[in-house]
């Protein structure tokens, strides 16, 4: 089946600085990726669908120029955290448009 | 809008029992529902998915029951193994038939 690939698994960052979050579908051309974020012990939440060569879409309260998506291609899709914040520390989820799941970044901004 | 409840945060059973979880849907019937197993920080991995024509879905040691009159799933692992304790999700597809939208989940923990 396919698969998801997700580059670092881990990241620490200082508050200010822009982290960019990699995602791969192995085996599957995506012409759409997800990017979910999940907080503790709380549900995935969309934050915003890529889209191969054309603009993300962003769920309500997900602000784009903070969330900075590029799918350049059918099997990569980054998702660049800018000016990072302590609140934004969280563990980032990317789904390729199928069932499977990427296994996750888990993002510290100190 | 569409809300999940998972209304168990924990449960915990021993080893040999069944497990059996519920999923329930506020808002509109979706076409599909989707279980999938979380680990602690790692992504979830798909385990059934059951349409809403299919009334009861099988593999393995899993069972998924889908009533679209109760607006409820139940997820049951048989013969359950502390290899089972995990966080258990249910998820739908949004209104647009695109996206997913996640319960909390139910974290299982078998003890042997």
């Known amino acids: 089946g396919a698969v998801v690939s997700q580059h670092p698994s881990r990241v620490i960052c200082k508050s200010g600085t822009s982290v960019k979050i990699e995602c791969r579908s192995l085996?599957?051309?995506?012409?759409?990726m997800f990017w979910y974020r999940q907080f503790p012990k709380q549900s995935l939440m969309l934050m915003a669908t890529s889209n191969e060569g054309s603009k993300a879409t962003y769920e309500q309260g997900v602000e784009k120029d903070k969330f900075l998506i590029n799918h350049a291609s059918l099997t990569l899709s980054t998702l660049t955290v800018t000016s990072a914040h302590p609140e934004d520390s969280s563990f980032y989820i990317c789904?390729?448009?199928?069932?499977?799941f990427g296994p996750g970044t888990r993002l510290t901004v100190l | 809008s569409q809300k999940i409840e998972q209304n168990s945060e924990a449960l915990n059973i021993q080893e040999g029992k069944t497990a059996t979880l519920t999923c329930n849907y506020t808002?509109?019937?979706?076409?599909?529902l989707q279980w999938y197993r979380q680990d602690p920080g790692r992504g979830p991995v798909f385990l059934l998915l059951?349409?809403?024509?299919?009334k009861e879905k099988r593999k393995e040691r899993l069972k998924v029951t889908f009533d679209t009159t109760l607006k409820q799933s139940l997820f049951h692992i048989t013969a359950s193994q502390p290899a089972d304790s995990a966080t258990y999700l249910c998820?739908?597809?949004?209104?647009?038939?695109?996206?997913?939208?996640f319960g909390k989940g139910t974290t299982l923990s078998v003890s042997s």
């Open positions: 059951i349409r809403e024509n299919e």
């Open positions: 998820a739908l597809e949004d209104q647009a038939g695109t996206a997913l939208i």
């Open positions: 789904s390729d448009n199928t069932q499977y």
């Open positions: 808002n509109y019937s979706p076409a599909y």
């Open positions: 085996d599957f051309q995506a012409t759409t």
